[in-house]
């Protein structure tokens, strides 16, 4: 199997957001996501695109750094026992930061690939629905993405976050039998 950068992290990126509406392990979750991330974000910077990941930058405080914010704690702690090979030593992991490293992974995905696989849009807009808050009011193109995840998401925000997480199941599976949507040119395929 030849595999490409840009195909291991939408594989990882749909097998994180499958796992995520599937009520998946949250471990395994945050590291595809993150995992596909780092790849997103370097081919994004590479291609000058405006993404996400860059505005984040412009608003961290001076001398941090985003990727320190997406290692630490957790994703270097998954991956790494060098530094600290207790076997019970811990680290939190908050299900907001699950959700918050999912989204920079899918908006820095599309705004790279001008698009995205089925699973990418869902969650792109099902995290606009459930978080509307975190949508600038002065952007009319973010205002435009919420005003479209409020009609796929009616009522979203007064469910619990596993009714949230259950009517995004919902969505996904039938935004995947939808053949418009399939066929339309910004859909990449899934796995």
């Known amino acids: 199997m030849i595999v490409t950068k840009i195909d291991a992290a939408r594989r990882q990126l749909i097998t994180a957001i499958r796992l995520f ?5 949250p471990v395994s979750v945050y590291s595809l996501a993150s995992n596909a991330w780092e790849v997103i974000d370097v081919l994004a910077t590479s291609a000058g695109i405006d993404s996400f990941s860059k505005q984040a930058r412009e608003n961290l405080p001076a001398g941090h750094k985003l990727k320190h914010y997406v290692n630490q704690p957790c994703r270097n702690f998954f991956k790494h026992a060098d530094q600290d090979p207790n076997p019970d030593s811990s680290v939190e992991l ?7 490293i999912l989204f920079l992974a899918v908006e820095d995905y599309i705004r790279l690939r001008q698009g995205g ?8 807009a099902w995290f606009i629905a459930v978080f509307p808050d975190k949508v600038s009011e002065d952007d009319p193109v973010a205002q435009s993405k919420l005003d479209i995840a409020k009609l796929a998401f009616p009522g979203i925000a007064t469910l619990s976050g596993s009714g949230q997480i259950a009517m995004g199941r919902q969505v996904l599976e039938a935004a995947r039998q939808d053949a418009d949507l399939s066929a339309d040119p910004k859909t990449e395929p899934s796995l």
């Not at 089925?118 to 792109?124: L, N």
């Open 94 to 100: 908050r299900e907001a930061n699950v959700s918050a």
């Open 117 to 124: 696989p089925v699973e990418a849009q869902v969650f792109q």
């Open 21 to 25: 509406f599937d009520g998946g392990d």
